[in-house]
């Protein structure tokens, strides 16, 4: 499906009804997770009473921002393989997203973390260490493209660095997790997985599946986008010779 | 494929650190001038710097690497030595690998060597400044490696000294945390090898994406 996709008038044709689809469902998904999560899940006493209710955007967020470096890492190695332009399209449109999403997963976290562990950050955590670092990865691209002057050379540039951080990423968290066990750290993040009730687990997952395809809408639209400049800029090339 | 332009660019590379007027000592003064301003920021009490002197000289090391390593692709790009290299049949690669070690030689390890001074300056408890080394000198080589993939992506940009920093720094993180933990349990503790280790895969796969980076900076 992806190299059917790969034909930049195939991805115009599809994205033109995809996208209003990915909005309109995912809105719909996302607020009737948010209806259920904020007004009609319980609260549990052990996540800290009703600052547990973050859950329902902190946890999917952190889950889009893993996603979302993983992305822009395969598009940024299909790029610089196969030099599919839609691919560095793509991961320029991912990037953005995925540094918000990043800075949204921290920021939810340090507030539900306060009330409920005492405090807004740890540096033990191995999970709070590494997305801190992929928000450094995502600004470290943004901030390296946006230093070339010339696309093709920003596209290369960016593709070697979400590929370094790819390899990267599984080395510090596995070097967070030593530090951790060895410093005997509080294991607050433990207490969410498997054992989740049915009635949080549902809406989490929907609320996920939502933002997902909201930010699916988002990145298709910013690829739009892109490909309009493009084009707008080679009419204008085309216009400049003629006239 | 012969190893003279390998020796060839650890000696130009290592020249070059020397040329422009004691070059190879800016990061020696650096280094000191780091360590020289964390007893007036952080208070002298000997209890506080002994406990963080260890990783002062960690952080001091990091950054002096950083200083170092701004300029290294960026002469060759201009002075037209990385149009050269990429015409050889030598792997680019290897020659930046190469070229990255030279450069920790002249650089890196003059510092790892004082670093034993450095901590005694900092209060440290004297027993193990010696062994204590080696863990500098490792992360040393792999700080010198990511820093080296962030020069290589760098040597493009007309003004690339902080974009190195942001991109190299968050790969520091394994060799410095192995690091801290290696000088806290001693060298007889697990934390030593996953040091080396984290070095060894810096060694493996910066190589490679520094070749890719110059590839991209000389066309």
Redesign the interface.
Known sequence: MISYLANPKRFMSMSSWAIPVGYGLGVLLFAWSLYRGLFVVPADAAQGGDIMRAMFIHVPSAWLCMGLYAALAVSSFVWFIWRHELADVAARAIAPIGAGYTALCLATGSIWGKPTWGTWWLWDDARM?SVL?LL??F??YI??RA??ENRQ?AA??GA??A???V??VP??R???D??TS?HQGPSVLRADGPAMADVYLYPLLIGFLGQALIVAGLVMALMRAEIYRQRAQVLLTRRLQEA | MSAAPLWQAFRSAAAEAWAGGAGALLPLGFFAGTCLLVPFSVGSKAATLSAIGPGILWLALALASLVTLERVFQADVQDGALDLWVQLDQSLSVIAAIKTLAHWCVSGLPLVLLTPIFAIMLQVPADDLVPAMLAYALGGVSFFMWGG?AAA??A??A??GL?IA??A???Y??AI??GA?ALN?GLGGT?IL?LAA?TL?SLG??PA?MG??LR?AA?
């Open positions: 260490m670092v450094f990865l600004m470290g901030a390296l230093a070339m050379k290369r540039a070697i660095v590929m370094v951080g390899v990267n080395i510090i596995f070097s967070v030593i530090w060895l | 993939v992506l760098a493009s940009v003004r690339g974009l942001l991109l720094l968050p790969f993180l394994p945390i192995f933990l349990e934390a996953f984290s895969f796969v910066a994406a890719a980076a991209l066309d």
